[in-house]
């Protein structure tokens, strides 16, 4: 059964989940939803609070590897790369070219990310009860990668699309 006492150990754990949450939740709310209309701007303005709360609030969470920092804080600084290359292109001009495959290869990066997260968490917290250090990271690994394979086909189709010429059509 899971209890909230496994998952949240402080004010700022507590923080870090519930964005968590919110994060994956508005993310699978925007991936589900039509795009570019007045929701979807809104949710996704949402989705960047939550996810930057995320990650300024992972920097001070140290319980999940005996007080030292663990390979989510090494991950913090791939997720605000996703987010910003997926958000600034939509709001400075100079960036605007293609803004769309670019804030969808950011935004796909940073909610997949976000998942995966998630899933080795609930995992690591949930699931990984008398497995050894070896064990838990061989699965660890295991639920990773497919999360890594999505990102990597997204950003290849979508950096595929940025690189086409456009045609004429007549």
């Given amino acids: 059964m899971i209890t909230l006492d496994n998952w949240i150990h402080s004010a700022v754990g507590g923080i870090h989940f519930f964005s968590a949450i919110l994060g994956m939740t508005t993310g699978l709310f925007i991936f589900i ?3 570019g209309t007045q929701v979807h701007k809104r949710v996704g303005y949402v989705f960047i609070i939550s996810l930057l709360t995320v990650n300024i609030s992972s920097m001070f969470i140290y319980d999940f590897n005996n007080g030292s920092i663990s390979v989510f804080h090494f991950l913090i600084p791939v997720s605000l790369l996703f987010l910003l290359y997926g958000t600034l292109p939509m709001f400075i001009k100079s960036l605007s070219k293609n803004k769309i495959n670019k804030h969808i290869i950011g935004m796909n990066g940073a909610a997949i ?15 990984s009860a008398g497995l050894n250090r070896g064990e838990l990271i061989l699965y660890s690994f295991l639920i990773s990668v497919p999360f890594a394979i999505l990102i990597t086909v997204s950003i290849t189709y979508h950096l595929r699309n940025l690189k086409k010429p456009k045609t004429v059509s007549q």
């Avoid at 990310?113 to 699931?127: I, N, P, S």
Wanted: hydrophobic share 45%.
């Fill in 33 to 35: 939803t039509k795009k």
């Fill in 113 to 127: 990310g976000l998942w995966a997260a998630g899933a080795t968490e609930y995992f690591v917290r949930e699931l």
